[in-house]
């Protein structure tokens, strides 16, 4: 997603307007990542993170959704929302450890879990608009006749049939675990949406940041379904994972011109080539 450069003088007008307690002078420091447009805002005491309105919003994707999500889950699982405030987002700091290597798979199952129970955000997450939307921002260059042919059979076979509703984060992630004593949480949360939760594990699995099989059959002993309907569900979805994968690091490399993007983006069409053989 393409943000635009964010300005600390409208931030700082943002929070002395909403947050009349912190309007002294603050701190701000602009936070890693692939989609960027977030700062670490500290004010004293509280520190703060501030993400921007996106230049070219993607379908189902705002500011607005991510608040109501955020004020719709029970403490423990994302940040705190503080306001939404004209072309901000502001949510309190998540003090923990980004950790690079693998996520315990018990953790993250417990963390999944309690996110499926929570009730629907009440707005369904669909993925056709999504991969269309990435298709036509991606480098004409980089349009290949397999990439168009995918999409063709995917919007003729539609989406596989969820095996349970849920409300779902949708980009699980090393970089958005926070790990704190006794807690795992996840933060950005602008992808979140009501869907499968076979469609959440599929991702997670892609993103290869756990043990997937010991995952699932964790996953599956907490929420009662059987180990294989789960699985072929997840199996369904890959396709579908995968796809959206490679179309974003498409759009991003469009947009940004950024190499990581093109090595991402080749790796996740090579996975989907051995899927569609």
């Not at 447009?37 to 309105?53: F, M, N, T, W």
């Not at 397999?146 to 596989?160: D, V």
């Not at 180990?227 to 490399?253: H, I, K, N």
């Amino acid at each position: 997603m393409q943000y635009s450069k964010p300005s600390k003088a409208s931030l700082q007008a943002a929070i002395a307007h909403h947050l009349p307690a912190a309007q002294a002078a603050g701190s701000f420091c602009e936070l890693e990542g692939l989609s960027g447009g977030s700062l670490h805002v500290k004010i004293g005491d509280r520190e703060l993170v501030a993400r921007c309105q996106p230049q070219r919003p993607m379908p189902g994707v705002s500011l607005r959704r991510q608040y109501r999500a955020l004020k719709r889950l029970p403490t423990g699982i994302g940040p705190e929302p503080v306001c939404l405030a004209e072309d901000w987002l502001i949510v309190e700091w998540l003090a923990g450890e980004v950790r690079t290597q693998p996520c315990a798979p018990h953790l993250l199952g417990d963390l999944l879990y309690r996110l499926h129970r929570q009730p629907l955000f009440g707005w369904r997450i669909t993925l056709l608009p999504l991969l269309e939307h990435y298709w036509q921002r991606a480098s004409p260059a980089r349009r290949t006749l397999f990439w168009l042919r995918r999409l063709k059979q995917m919007k003729r076979a539609g989406e596989p049939r969820p095996l349970r509703l849920a409300p779902l984060h949708m980009d699980v992630h090393a970089g958005n675990l926070v790990h704190q004593p006794h807690a795992l949480r996840l933060i950005d949360w602008e992808y979140a949406g009501d869907g499968d939760i076979a469609l959440e594990l599929a991702a997670v699995l892609a993103a290869a940041h756990t043990d997937g099989e010991r995952l699932l059959r964790h996953y599956a002993q907490l929420s009662n379904i059987a180990v294989q309907t789960l699985r072929d569900g997840v199996t369904g979805w890959r396709p579908w994972v995968m796809m959206l994968m490679a179309s974003w690091y498409e759009c991003r490399w469009q947009q940004t011109r950024d190499k990581q993007f093109l090595t991402l983006a080749d790796e996740a069409w090579s996975q989907l080539r051995v899927i569609n053989d």
